[in-house]
């Protein structure tokens, strides 16, 4: 202090240390904030990957059409979808959300688009639209029941689940659905994530309580607090939350196929990571 301050007053000499110890402090915090320079770099990068995806003059009309209610980019983003990322998409159906989550981890990444033979059976003639004339070399088309879904351990970066994981508890009466296992679908998913890998769960909400099938069956919804119980049995840790599709107006009534709610329900977007070990 002598030094830098000779001549001036001890208070000065105070204050203005005071505030250079306050400027470095703040300088040091907001350092902190920023990503480093390669970590900013990769952020710019996964960000266009998912843009030029959704921006490809090769996408169906009818996947365009859907986007502006689907919101793809903000769901991509929040799955963490980069380039090379080895990614599967369960209850895939149609394939919509593969097709993006394939052209964003690019050639060296892989999609595994999976089915149960229901769900192929009810979107046969997306699907066969959808990889006509070998579309998306890059995804891998898997139609098994639950319990012989074979994945290989630890090999995959993210797991997505689009308004589907309510159908692991539907039961319907007329035996069109064969019975799945929400648990043993979750534990197959756990095993084949790699450590720190994520699953994105968006769904339809439904009220608290009731019997859980028996509001899948009526409605197509779930309550959110089942989902995040299931997947924290299954060993997932709860990360975040996004309200990206809430629509607060709807009352959670009625069936998500109503012509007065369709395309507008409530619905939740939970993110849950495998623990690291």
Known sequence: ??????????????????????LSVAAACAAAELPPPAQASAQVR????????????????????RDATAKPRELLAFLGVMP??????????????????????????????WNNPSYAKFAAKDIATRYEGSRLGNVRQLTTEVDELELAPAALD?????????DAYWRPADGSWNRTSPDELLRRVYV?????????????????GGDTAKVVDELHRIDPEVVRAAFERAGFVFDRASDLLAHPD???????????IRGRTDQFIYRFRKPNP
Not at 6 to 15: E, H, N, R
Not at 49 to 56: H, T, Y
Not at 84 to 97: C, E, T
Not at 250 to 260: I, P, T, W
């Open 46 to 65: 996964d960000t266009a990957a998912i843009d030029a995806a959704i921006a490809s003059r090769d996408r169906p009309q009818a996947d365009i059409a």
């Open 192 to 208: 084949a994530l790699k450590p720190g890998g994520v699953v994105v769960v968006q769904d339809h909400v439904a009220n608290p």
């Open 158 to 166: 993210a797991a997505l689940f689009v308004m589907s994981f309510h």
């Open 250 to 260: 709807d009352d959670h009534l009625q069936q998500v196929f109503d012509e007065s």
């Open 84 to 113: 090379g990322m080895r990614v599967i998409d369960l209850f895939s159906a149609g394939g919509y959300h593969t097709e993006l989550l394939a052209r964003a981890v690019g050639v060296k990444g892989q999609v595994i688009a």
């Open 1 to 22: 202090m002598k030094t830098l301050f000779a001549g001036v007053s001890p208070v000065v000499a105070l204050v203005a240390t005071g505030s250079a110890v306050l």
